[in-house]
C-alpha cells in the first residue's frame, strides 16, 4: 500500500523559516503530481503548491515568493522551504501524491504554528 509521510512541522516565530518533508513509498504507478495543501482550524484545505513531474510548479498567491516546493523523483521525496512565515500560515500541511493512474494519496499531516 502506498505510504506518504510527512515531518518537519514545528512552532516558529514570525519571520522565521521552516522545511517540510515528504516521502512516498511503496509505489505501484509512478508518481505524476506531487503537492503540498494546508488546512488551517474552522478553514478548508487549500492549495499551497503543485508540482507535475517535468513541468513547472505553482503556487498559492498567499505563497509566492515565501515558499519553494522542490522534489527529487528517483527517491519520489518533496521538500517545502518555507520563509518569511507568518501567523496565517499556521495550519496543518498535508503532502499529496497523485500517480500515473490518478490515484491520490495523502500524509497524515504536520502541523505548523507561527506565533510572536
Known amino acids: 500500500q502506498v505510504q506518504v509521510v510527512e515531518s518537519g512541522g514545528g512552532l516558529v516565530r514570525p519571520g522565521e523559516s521552516l522545511r517540510l518533508s515528504c516521502r512516498v513509498s511503496?509505489?505501484?504507478?509512478?508518481?505524476?503530481?506531487m503537492a503540498w495543501y494546508r488546512q488551517a482550524p474552522g478553514k478548508e484545505r487549500e492549495l499551497v503548491a503543485t508540482?507535475?513531474?517535468?513541468?513547472?510548479?505553482t503556487y498559492a498567491d498567499s505563497v509566492k515568493g515565501r515558499f519553494t516546493l522542490s522534489r527529487d523523483n528517483v527517491e519520489d521525496r518533496a521538500e517545502l522551504v518555507m520563509s518569511n512565515l507568518k501567523p496565517e500560515d499556521t495550519a496543518v500541511y498535508y503532502c499529496n501524491a497523485r500517480d500515473i493512474g490518478y490515484n491520490s494519496y495523502w500524509g497524515q499531516g504536520t502541523q505548523v504554528t507561527v506565533v510572536s
Open positions: 508540482n507535475s513531474r517535468g513541468g513547472t510548479t
Open positions: 511503496e509505489i505501484i504507478f509512478s508518481i505524476n503530481v
